[in-house]
């Protein structure tokens, strides 16, 4: 499912009460824009049942560049990382059984 799909489906949901693709559009970019903001300012958005988006350090090491096999240095850095909620688990989990049968 991409972005589009996305809208789509929020807009074929009648209880969402949204009732064109701009809105429906605007609505997605806003819940974007939302977990940005709150990832920017307290480096965690927590959405209970879906998941955890939070900011993680990652130490500075040494690689291999493939190409020429030579040792290089990568700096530190920042990076989000999403932990999958319970409600979101049981979810896929169920999808994933119901494909086995």
């Known amino acids: ?10 807009l074929a949901n009648k209880e969402a009460g949204i009732e064109s693709k ?3 559009g605007r609505a997605v970019d806003a819940v974007l ?3 940005t ?9 927590q959405l209970i049942g879906f998941g ?8 500075a090491r040494t690689g291999r560049n493939p ?9 530190a850095s920042k ?3 999403f932990k999958v909620g319970a409600g979101l688990k049981a979810t896929a989990a169920a ?6 049968k």
């Open 79 to 81: 990076t989000v990382s």
């Open 1 to 10: 499912m991409n972005k589009q799909d996305l809208i789509e489906a929020i």
């Open 52 to 59: 955890t988006f939070q900011v993680k350090e990652r130490a």
């Open 22 to 24: 701009a809105a429906a």
């Open 37 to 45: 903001a709150g990832i920017k300012k307290d480096g965690l958005v």
């Open 67 to 75: 190409q020429t096999g030579a040792t290089i240095k990568i700096k």
């Open 33 to 35: 824009d939302g977990i």
């Open 95 to 100: 999808k994933k059984n119901s494909k086995k």
